[in-house]
């Protein structure tokens, strides 16, 4: 098993803002559809995507400036540009007929467009008029798909250690070398026994926590959040592993 090392967002955040204002009726959850197989592989050279060539089927788009409420969708396009400037991403790249350079230059554009986009209305025409639309194939070739969550823990903790907080999550040392795949460069790095009993981590710690087993689950999982005493959340996330 491999230990994550982890790094910090620069900024904190509060939880709880967004649920703020008037809040819509709960809706039921929508059942599985029963006897698909979500785990059926996609034939040999079929593309997981199907461009929609009748306007007629494509989603109210407009519905995602309401939820997202404009900043947070900025943020997000903003996310996915940041991560296509990331050498590595080349490597995912092409994706059936889109490129790298394609999938770049429209969440750019995308940004760019969303000055201008005001109103729900606003950002639904932008987009039908801007940019081709894609469905996933789904399980059956009907656009069918099983969607999961993804956990992330939240633990009280803190930026320096004391008697009840002293274990550590550590930040990726400065001098350790990942290859574009992300792997420690010359093959696997220490083992977890190795660093955790050589304290070969020390200085590198970004926050403390009041259970060992805490911070082993968030250095498995990759991600997490920590709750400082003021009440904020310091959101932790996946720099690198150890190759093991």
């Known amino acids: 098993m491999s230990i994550r090392i982890a790094f910090a967002t620069a900024s904190l955040a509060l939880f709880g803002l967004a649920l703020s204002g ?8 929508p059942q599985p559809h029963i006897g698909k197989d979500y785990d059926r592989p996609l034939p040999p050279g079929q593309f997981a995507l199907r461009r929609l060539t009748d306007p007629s089927m494509y989603p109210n788009f407009g519905d995602g400036w309401y939820r997202a409420k404009g900043v947070n969708l900025r943020k997000a396009v903003q996310h996915s540009i940041d991560y296509l400037k990331k050498p590595s991403s080349r490597t995912k790249y092409p994706v059936g007929p889109i490129t790298h350079a394609q999938a770049l230059a429209s969440v750019e554009l995308f940004l760019e467009l969303l000055d201008h986009a005001d109103s729900p209305q606003t950002l639904n025409d932008i987009i039908r008029e801007n940019f081709d639309v894609y ?6 070739d009907e656009g069918t798909v099983l969607f999961t969550g993804y956990y992330s823990p939240i633990f009280e903790g803190r930026l320096e250690p004391d008697e009840q907080f002293r274990h ?13 795949a992300g792997d420690p460069v010359g093959g696997p790095w220490y083992t977890r026994e190795e660093i955790e009993t050589g304290r070969l981590l020390d200085g590198n710690e970004i926050v403390w926590l009041a259970d060992r087993f805490e911070a082993y689950v968030i250095s498995v999982q990759g991600s997490g ?6 009440g904020s959340l310091y959101e932790i996330g996946y720099a690198g592993h150890n190759g093991h």
């Open 22 to 29: 008037c809040q819509k009726p709960a809706e039921p959850l």
């Open 135 to 140: 469905i996933s194939v789904g399980c059956d």
């Open 168 to 180: 550590p999550l550590y930040r990726l040392p400065p001098d350790f070398e990942k290859d574009a």
């Open 225 to 230: 959040f920590i709750r400082l005493p003021d």
